[in-house]
């Protein structure tokens, strides 16, 4: 994205129309000199390029292999702008010169375990590839050679491609089927960098941390074979792995012998290093990733340079080469832009550039010896003590707390059969009740209150009022919309995580930590460094205030444990169940502050439970389930039976860890579900799941409003699975990022929807 997030602003011009396609052209040309130079200075032997993209890396092969739907193809539009059309989609009326256009964009899926998404490949029954004409790799390669820059070019491999893809609408084709078509063009294009001057190539294979089927697992074999037969002289080649270990893969290694070069994530999982390096074929190299491409964590050089010694012990100093675990996408770009972080702690972090240099020096402590890098060396040993021995990072107090937590604090005082009727009784609840995820449309004025009170131009008391307004507004609308559990509307937050990060003790934040989440979106996550503990309580006088203005029940609304870990950069020096722990204990005395301050429906919104899940199934991700299971009980479950906890999910795809949801005990869920299929609310029927459900029933993300006919259709497809007593009514999600009119409307719709039914059973 570059330092200043160039890459975003520069993009998000060029579809305002406010820039020309050269001028982006050069902004993206810009920063990849600058980044190699970068790298370059920090002592880098090996350099990437083709890293750059755009907008999405595995976009950028669909357009490399001509794998275009003609959907896209058929407007013959630029390359650069049938790219964007593609990853963001294109609504464009006719002018005199060009036709209409009107195509959605191409399904967008998490990158493995991140945060970050890609865009994927969908691909048609007899699907054929092409190279496309001045191949982006081959170009990106010459542009670096002409600045004196000898680059080892980046490719997504053949078996990664596809089996990340996907048939497309109406076709069946299996992706991997498709391979023998597309190594020509694989092979076509290797064989045009080596003429370009390539040395070697980096093929990243990440599929193979997952679990495979056989048919993909038996691909790696065709494909590299063919390669290495195919006749031309083609560069060397590294095949890169990351996020997880290849232990479970390693037969599929051996057929890899073509390959001059392994690299594998020994961050993540450095005990595969033994299995990895007895399966090398003789003369491969071990490319070790030890310097962590997923956080912001200093490297521990005492540790890097042991697991590297370890390998050069078996294979020799000359197969052994030292790298980051993954790419940098996944961490910011500099240390150097961050002036206002306490200097104790920003001595523990190292962003994008500093890792480029921490690579060079555990190179250089493993070739020259640790004399030629002692004060690199003696530096991080200094900054590992005092990580190690902080008070950020150690209190007693919560470890104390850590200590007391009994398994009696994991249960509600009645299972949920039992307290559902004093919940009911207290709420006084309609068949159907109607709710809203959280959030109400953040306006302008919003915003610039707080930018206001963000740089002293109001009071807290100036501000506080203007939020009590805000809330007093949203309170009205839904009394006149005839919603019967409300909520305060969240004005005061600016990130459902970073606003809960700002009241909490053990966090930190970056001015310029921004890392890309998909196309132009970024994203700065917050960063934990120490030991988690509430000061204060953090929402109870909003929502007590709101609480107080109506007769109506009030939601009170919490970001859960799991999700303020996942949306953050946590802590590496103890286990994610240790600081899910503390957070949860954190929103356990907030739970209960709200309980007390008369709030008797609270919800805490795990989104990123899922995205949690170890790529695995198996034993790592039952142990995942687990904690983040008891850290969401630990955090609910301290109230009284009359108070209704509910919880929010943005997806509805939970046949993988359905009893991990029911372990969650929360009395309501709510989950998105109207772009999905409702039949995957089977699940709750098949599973006799008993408590209360919300499966929105309209898309927020669009500002269109549907028709009644449409939300009633909706409900009624819901009511094949759930029964009437346990459904609620509620829009997908929050609200936030939409306009008051459509909120409006489509709420008043939603209501009028759910007394239809009302008056109906
Ligand atoms: N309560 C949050 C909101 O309404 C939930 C957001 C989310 O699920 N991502 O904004
Ligand atoms: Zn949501």
């Avoid at 190292?350 to 030629?372: D, L, N, P, Q, Y």
């Avoid at 850590?402 to 005082?413: G, I, N």
């Avoid at 995580?497 to 001015?511: A, D, I, K, S, W």
Wanted: hydrophobic share 40%; net charge negative.
């Amino acid at each position: 994205m570059g330092g200043n997030r160039e890459l975003k602003k520069a993009t998000e011009a060029y579809w305002a129309g406010k820039i020309s396609a050269e001028e982006l052209i050069q902004t993206g040309k810009n920063l990849r000199a600058s980044h190699w130079k970068v790298q370059k200075d920090a002592g880098a032997g090996t350099i990437a390029s083709n890293d750059f993209s755009f907008y999405d890396h595995v976009l950028d092969h669909i357009q490399l292999f001509n794998a275009v739907p003609n959907r896209y193809r058929k407007y013959n539009l630029p390359a650069l702008d049938e790219f964007f059309a593609m990853g963001r989609g294109l609504q464009r009326a006719a002018t005199d010169s060009t036709s209409a256009v009107d195509v959605p964009a191409l399904e967008m899926v998490k990158w493995f375990d991140s945060n970050y998404h890609y865009v994927r490949p969908t691909l048609q029954d007899n699907q054929t590839f092409s190279l496309a004409a001045d191949p982006k790799p081959v170009r990106e390669f010459l542009e670096a050679k002409a600045q004196g820059v000898n680059t080892r070019p980046v490719l997504v491999g053949p078996v990664s491609f596809l089996h990340l893809g996907k048939p497309d609408r109406g076709a069946s084709v299996d992706p991997i089927t498709l391979l023998e078509n597309l190594l020509p063009t694989y092979i076509e294009l290797l064989a045009k960098l080596k003429e370009a001057g390539a040395d070697t190539v980096q093929i990243d294979e990440p599929v193979l941390v997952l679990d495979l089927p056989s048919r993909t697992k038996a691909a790696f074999k065709t494909a590299y074979s063919k390669i290495a037969a195919a006749g031309v002289s083609i560069p060397q080649i590294t095949v890169a792995t990351y996020f997880g270990d290849i232990v479970h893969n390693i037969d599929v290694l051996p057929s890899l012998s073509t390959v001059s070069a392994i690299h594998v994530d020994l961050v993540r999982n450095p005990e595969q290093l033994d299995t990895v390096i007895s399966a090398l074929a003789p003369g491969q190299i071990l490319s070790a990733g030890v310097v962590d491409g997923r956080n912001i964590w200093k490297t521990n050089f005492q540790e890097a340079i042991s697991i590297v010694e370890k390998a050069i012990g078996a294979l020799g100093a000359d197969r052994v080469v030292v790298a980051t675990s993954s790419s940098l996408l996944h961490t910011p770009h500099t240390l150097a832009s961050e002036k206002k972080l306490p200097a104790e702690v920003a001595d523990w972090f190292s962003f994008a550039s500093e890792k480029a240099k921490e690579v060079a020096i555990i190179a250089r402590a493993v070739t020259e010896g640790a004399a030629s890098v002692k004060a690199e060396i003696d530096a991080n040993a200094a900054s590992m003590r005092s990580r190690a021995t902080s008070a950020r990072t150690n209190d007693p107090a919560v470890k104390e707390r850590q200590s007391k937590v009994t398994a009696a604090m994991y249960e509600r005082q009645s299972p949920f059969t039992g307290r559902i009727a004093a919940q009911q009784a207290h709420l006084g609840l309609p068949l159907f009740p109607t709710t809203t995820i959280g959030s109400f449309p953040q306006t302008k004025e919003i915003r610039v209150a707080r930018q206001k009170f963000g740089k002293g131009d109001i009071s807290a008391t100036e501000y506080e009022s203007f939020i009590e307004k805000e809330i007093e507004l949203v309170v009205r609308e839904q009394e006149a919309l005839g919603l019967d559990v409300l909520v305060h509307g969240e004005p005061e937050r600016n990130d459902m995580v970073q606003y809960f990060g700002e009241r909490l003790t053990g966090y930190v934040f970056t001015n310029f930590g921004w890392v890309q989440s998909y196309g132009s979106r970024c994203v700065r996550p917050p960063i934990v460094v120490g030991d988690i503990s509430r000061p204060a309580p953090m929402t109870v006088k909003e929502s007590k205030y709101a609480a107080s203005i109506t007769s109506k029940p009030m939601k009170g609304m919490l970001t859960g444990p799991i999700t303020c870990l996942r949306w953050s950069f946590p802590r590496d020096d103890v286990h994610q169940s240790v600081q899910a722990e503390q957070l949860a204990l954190a929103l356990r005395d907030e739970v209960v502050d709200l309980e007390a301050a008369g709030v008797n429906v609270i919800q805490v919104d795990e989104p990123a439970l899922r995205e949690g899940l170890p790529l695995r199934s198996g034993k790592e991700r039952d142990a995942y389930l687990d904690w983040a299971v008891k850290s969401f009980r630990l955090a609910t479950t301290g109230v009284k039976d009359v108070t209704q906890i509910h919880s929010h999910f943005c997806y509805s795809e939970f046949q993988d860890f359905f009893h991990a949801i029911t372990a969650l005990d929360a009395d309501v869920l709510s989950i998105e579900n109207s772009k999905s299929d409702a039949k995957l609310l089977k699940v709750f029927e098949d599973e006799a799941y008993p408590r209360h459900i919300g499966p929105g029933v309209y898309d927020i993300h669009s500002p269109r409003v549907p028709p009644q006919e449409e939300i009633k259709a909706r409900i009624e497809e819901m009511l094949q699975f759930l029964k009437p007593q346990q459904l609620w009514i509620n829009p997908d999600c929050g609200l936030k990022t939409r306009q008051w009119p459509e909120t409006r409307a489509a709420l008043d719709i939603m209501v009028k929807a759910a007394k239809e039914f009302r008056a109906k059973y």
